[in-house]
C-alpha cells in the first residue's frame, strides 16, 4: 500500500490557476491507477480526473489535466481558469487490484 500526501491547494481567483501534486511513498507507485476525486462544500465527493499506470488519461472536465512522473512517484492536477464551483477538498486516490489508498486532501477555494 502507498502513502498519499497532497499539496498545492489555496486561495485562487476566479480564472486564475493551479497545479496540485499528490506524492507517494511505499511500495511500487508505478502499478497503481490514480485519480483525483473533489468535495464540494455539502456535496458528495466527485471524480475530476484519472490516470492509468500505463499513462493514458481521462478528465471528466476538460480545464483539468492529470501527468504522471513515476521517477518521481508524483501525479499532478493542472486546473486552468478555475470558477467558484471548483472550490473544495481535493484528493487523490491511488489503486491497485483491490488496494486502495486516498490521501488526505488539499483544499482548494475559488473567491475574489
Known amino acids: 500500500q502507498v502513502h498519499l500526501v497532497e499539496s498545492g491547494g489555496g486561495l485562487v481567483q476566479p480564472g486564475g490557476s493551479l497545479r496540485l501534486s499528490c506524492a507517494a511513498t511505499?511500495?511500487?507507485?508505478?502499478?497503481?491507477?490514480v485519480a483525483w476525486h473533489r468535495q464540494g462544500p455539502g456535496k458528495q465527493r466527485e471524480l475530476v480526473a484519472a490516470?492509468?499506470?500505463?499513462g493514458y488519461t481521462n478528465s471528466v472536465k476538460g480545464r483539468f489535466t492529470i501527468s504522471r512522473d513515476n521517477a518521481k512517484n508524483t501525479v499532478h492536477l493542472q486546473i486552468s481558469n478555475l470558477i467558484p464551483e471548483d472550490t473544495g477538498m481535493y484528493y487523490c486516490?491511488?489503486?491497485?487490484?483491490?488496494?486502495?489508498?486516498w490521501g488526505q486532501g488539499t483544499q482548494v477555494t475559488v473567491s475574489s
Open positions: 490516470i492509468s499506470r500505463g
Open positions: 511505499g511500495e511500487l507507485f508505478s502499478r497503481y491507477a
Open positions: 486516490k491511488a489503486v491497485f487490484n483491490d488496494v486502495v489508498s
